[in-house]
């Protein structure tokens, strides 16, 4: 990888998750500290889950964090698959987060309105000019088995897109859409996080960030001029040579 990562190994799951928090808190503290707020871009799946239940129970300053998503399913908000509802349960009721400062994809319209409305909400949100891209302080994601990433997944049409911030993203296999972030908007980010958990993303792990010709998506999240962060515990890492 051109841009090297930041490697972190925890012994268990429940480090791993405090290890993520910390790091949360410390951006968050930063980030507010120098510019009044703190934007970040929450991933799906179960180890974030975990995740958003540590930060939950933490002192933040919640009026100033603004939470996006990195990409969505195309599911009515309450639906059991959707992104915003799994983090809305396990954090953003939780600590009283202001509406206003929750900016879900609205995954119940059609995906490719859906995407382009999502897309105009970051325009407006980092009040960009036409051809520039949003800068998170912190973007999270995970790793699929088959090394997706968001919902980049691979031979799909949005890992060749290089201008659109948000795009609704055919996968064949499933017979869907996503909703995701495409790799212009990863590849600003302040800092980009992977979070991932368990041995049976092992083979993966070692595949995305030891070899160099493997052509999978989670491989082409390189930050321009951030700090890529993978954050494993021992199981998650259990194949890796250079542990």
């Not at 993520?20 to 929450?42: H, M, P, Q």
């Not at 958003?52 to 129970?57: E, R």
């Not at 105009?120 to 980092?126: L, N, Y």
Request: overall charge neutral; proline content about 6%; some cysteine.
């Amino acid at each position: 990888m051109s841009n090297e990562p930041e490697i972190r190994i925890l012994s268990t799951p429940q480090e791993l998750f405090q290890a993520a928090a910390a790091e949360f808190l410390a951006l968050a503290s930063a980030a507010i500290r120098d510019r009044g707020k703190f934007t970040v871009a929450l991933s799906g799946g179960s180890t974030p889950k975990s995740l958003y239940s540590v930060l939950a129970k933490a002192a933040l300053p919640w009026e100033k964090i603004f939470f996006f998503w990195g990409d969505e399913r195309h599911v009515p908000p309450d639906h059991p698959d959707s992104n915003y509802r799994m983090a809305n349960e396990a954090l953003l009721s939780k600590v009283g987060v202001r509406p206003e400062n929750v900016l879900r994809i609205r995954a119940e319209e059609d995906a490719d309105i859906a995407a382009h409305d999502y897309e105009q909400t970051i325009k407006s949100f980092f009040q960009l000019r036409p051809g520039e891209f949003p800068r998170f302080d912190l973007i999270l994601l995970g790793l699929g088995p088959d090394g997706h990433t968001a919902s980049l997944f691979p031979d799909t049409a949005a890992l060749s897109e290089t201008k659109r911030l948000v795009v609704a993203n055919w996968v064949e296999k499933l017979k869907t859409h996503r909703i995701t972030f495409t790799y212009p908007v990863l590849n600003h980010a302040a800092c980009v996080m992977f979070l991932v958990s368990g041995g049976d993303k092992a083979h993966m792990v070692r595949t995305v960030l030891e070899d160099e010709q493997a052509n999978l998506p989670s491989r082409k999240v390189q930050p321009i001029n951030g700090k890529l962060l993978w954050m494993l515990d021992l199981a998650a890492a259990g194949k890796l040579s250079k542990r």
